[in-house]
């Protein structure tokens, strides 16, 4: 299969072209030709966006969509929340002009977040899943923005027939990459922490099961429309901050309280660190993929085979 990736530069794009080289032909494309040249070498195409419009569309059986601006690099302000929609809006918008200026065909696979349903309220025990009805004209948050935002930039690609498949992630763990990265040296030197009250629940998924679910779907391309790409057991983070504890062997005894966070991370912090998501992946499960690592305690075994993270060595 011929398989063009958008955003494999980060984390989830490197680890699934790193699993899918050998068995398929990959080119990457990205802002930046010669960092990505420099990053994936030979073995891998690369193109820049520019260059793009030259590339034949029907040449690839499929495309991925990995891009968009990191939801928790920096604390929010207008400028920095335009930029998270626009680049994964933009680049949707891109890739789908690019294949139906040239009535190509490909499977389009586009990343979203499971942000899309809105955040819940602490202590709530339902669950979304992949049935769950959106309201799209009114988003409940600024993530659920973000979400609706994604998907609805590809509507032109449904209304021109190409089959589309959406993953919408949960927290992605792997080790020295996202959340992990920033996590665990605190905990490392025991200064980890329960977040507020601890019940705002963590919908996670390990690095492995993104990839595998990707080979998955790749696999059975008659499956199209959204898919929750996220662990059966979601947690609370203070389940999730006991189990990483654990998992390093270190003590966890602090607690940060609610207004700390607000005041540190402003806007960014209240929706990512105080509230959260318990979302199922009802759909994948149903299809037949079967998880890797379905609890957390084995996700984060497998995350943190090695003890001290690398960059403290």
């Known amino acids: 299969m011929n398989i063009l990736i958008a955003g494999g530069s980060g984390f989830i794009g490197r680890a699934l072209i790193t699993a899918l080289q050998n068995e398929h032909q990959i080119t990457v494309v990205g802002r930046d030709k010669t960092r990505l040249q420099s990053m994936f070498g030979n073995a891998i195409a690369t193109v820049s966006w520019q ?43 891109q890739l789908i002009d690019w294949v139906i200026n040239q009535q190509a065909t490909p499977h389009y696979y586009c990343a979203n977040a499971i942000g899309i349903y809105g955040m819940q309220e602490n202590g709530d025990t339902a669950a979304f899943d992949d049935s769950t009805v959106i309201d799209y004209q009114h988003p409940h948050d600024y993530l659920a923005e973000v979400g609706i935002r994604w998907e609805q930039s590809l509507q032109p690609a449904i209304d021109a027939g190409l089959p589309v498949t959406i993953t919408r992630f949960g927290v992605v763990l792997k080790k020295n990459e996202g959340m992990l990265k920033k996590l665990v040296p605190s905990f490392y030197f025991a200064a980890g922490a329960i977040v507020g009250d601890g019940q705002q629940v963590i919908s996670w998924v390990h690095i492995d099961d993104v990839v595998a679910a990707y080979q998955f779907l790749l696999q059975h391309p008659q499956l199209t429309g ?88």
């Open 51 to 93: 260059e793009l419009p030259l590339q034949k569309a029907a040449d690839f059986d499929a495309i991925i969509n990995l891009s968009g601006h990191n939801i928790a690099a920096s604390r929010w302000n207008e400028t920095t929340k335009q930029n998270i929609i626009e680049s994964r809006v933009q680049t949707n918008q």
């Open 226 to 313: 959204s898919f929750n790409l996220c662990a059966p057991n979601p947690v609370s983070q203070a389940e999730f901050a006991k189990t990483l504890a654990a998992t390093l062997h270190r003590p966890l005894f602090l607690k940060m309280p609610a207004f700390a966070v607000k005041l540190m991370f402003g806007e960014m912090g209240e929706c990512l660190l105080l509230k959260g998501q318990r979302v199922l992946p009802s759909r994948l499960i149903s299809s037949g993929f079967a998880f890797h690592y379905p609890s957390l305690d084995e996700a984060l075994a497998r995350s943190l085979y090695t003890q001290v993270p690398s960059n403290l060595t």
